[in-house]
Nanobody, 129 residues
Framework: QVQLVESGGGLVQAGDSLRLSCAAS????????MGWFRQAPGKDREFVAA????????YYTDSVKGRFTISTDNAKNAVELQMNSLKPEDTAAYYC??????????????????????WGQGTQVTVSS
């Protein structure tokens, strides 16, 4: 049984940093593309960042470029999202996702929810002004 478990969310002030982690278990993810999405109240779930586990190529939505960094930790079998210079508009529930058998070669194709087949339960990030 595949499980993705997010952790690291919390309440911070604008300008602070947080590091989210997604622990993956239940199968090998060495070929997977892993993504982070977020959903604010009343809004659709939106793409944040993606990384190809093998090779490490990354892709970010424009609003987080230069502030967020996605990475993998093979020892922990985890995907992490380092978030710096947080803004109130980053407030959302953050979800980890896995495209376990990715078809597209380019990581940049994995910006839509329908390309992922496993999802975590989410972790809340709240940024106060």
């Amino acid at each position: 049984q595949v499980q993705l478990v997010e952790s690291g969310g919390g309440l911070v002030q604008a300008g602070d940093s947080l590091r989210l982690s997604c622990a993956a278990s239940g199968r090998a993810f060495s070929r997977a593309v892993m993504g982070w999405f977020r959903q604010a109240p009343g809004k659709d779930r939106e793409f944040v960042a993606a990384i190809r586990w093998s090779g490490g190529s990354t892709y970010y939505t424009d609003s987080v470029k230069g502030r967020f960094t996605i990475s993998t930790d093979n020892a922990k079998n985890a995907v992490e999202l380092q978030m710096n210079s947080l803004k109130p508009e980053d407030t959302a529930a953050y979800y980890c996702a896995a495209a376990s058998n990715p078809f597209y070669r380019s990581t940049s194709y994995y910006y839509t929810k329908d390309r992922y087949d496993y999802w975590g339960q989410g972790t809340q990030v709240t940024v106060s002004s």
